[in-house]
T-cell receptor, first 115, second 113 residues
Framework: AQSVTQLGSHVSVSEGALVLLRCNYSSSVPPYLFWYVQYPNQGLQLLLKYTSAATLVKGINGFEAEFKKSETSFHLTKPSAHMSDAAEYFCAVSDPGTNAGKSTFGDGTTLTVKP | KAGVTQTPRYLIKTRGQQVTLSCSPISGHRSVSWYQQTPGQGLQFLFEYFSETQRNKGNFPGRFSGRQFSNSRSEMNVSTLELGDSALYLC????????????FGEGSRLTVL
């Protein structure tokens, strides 16, 4: 069974500071990993994905994540936070193949950006 | 390209009633998945349909059902509503290939009184 653990349900940073949102996964097969963002009263939007190619993945809005198999981690980073980054972020894992449409999500991390 | 469209966006029902939610996927996407989002349980997978067949199913009671039509549009139905069914129901579509990325609609917010 797959699982995702997001460390820290709330993260607060100052505008311009580094954003680091942590995600650890558990999977019996090489996983696909994703980060999604959700703004209030909206659905989720894909930020970036890892599908066994390059371990450093770049996404939209200046976010990137690094897949570290030895640490079973897929942490999300952004060098400089912007006020518009305030949202809830979800890490997700899925099995390749027929389970592609079934993802397991973490509990989410709410990012607050202080001016 | 139009995104995933869910209707209705908001609805209020009473216990014991049933509800049907609709989802129109991105054109060309053959897979539609449904998720329930609540503050207490987070995002939980309900089911996935691919080419009109249920391909995956989550751990929800039989009161939750779904279907997919030949044009890939999908509906989910919840019968005999309970207070705990109050949630944001999210539909997501994907091309149906193995990459697994999901494209979400804005959700249908169901309140059960």
């Amino acid at each position: 069974a797959q699982s995702v653990t997001q460390l820290g349900s709330h993260v607060s940073v100052s505008e311009g500071a580094l954003v680091l949102l942590r995600c650890n996964y558990s999977s019996s097969v090489p996983p696909y990993l994703f980060w999604y963002v959700q703004y209030p009263n909206q659905g989720l939007q894909l930020l970036l994905k890892y599908t066994s190619a390059a371990t450093l993945v770049k996404g939209i809005n200046g976010f990137e994540a690094e897949f570290k198999k030895s640490e079973t981690s897929f942490h999300l980073t952004k060098p400089s936070a912007h006020m518009s980054d305030a949202a809830e972020y979800f890490c997700a894992v899925s099995d390749p193949g027929t389970n592609a449409g079934k993802s397991t999500f973490g509990d989410g991390t709410t990012l607050t950006v202080k001016p | 390209k139009a995104g995933v469209t869910q209707t209705p966006r908001y609805l209020i029902k009473t216990r014991g009633q049933q509800v049907t939610l609709s989802c129109s996927p991105i054109s060309g996407h053959r897979s539609v998945s449904w998720y329930q989002q609540t503050p207490g349980q987070g995002l939980q997978f309900l089911f996935e349909y691919f080419s009109e067949t249920q391909r995956n199913k989550g751990n929800f009671p039989g009161r939750f059902s779904g279907r997919q039509f030949s044009n890939s549009r999908s509906e989910m139905n919840v019968s005999t509503l309970e207070l705990g069914d109050s949630a944001l129901y999210l539909c997501a579509s994907s091309p149906g290939t193995t990459t697994g990325e999901l494209f979400f609609g804005e959700g249908s917010r169901l309140t059960v009184l």
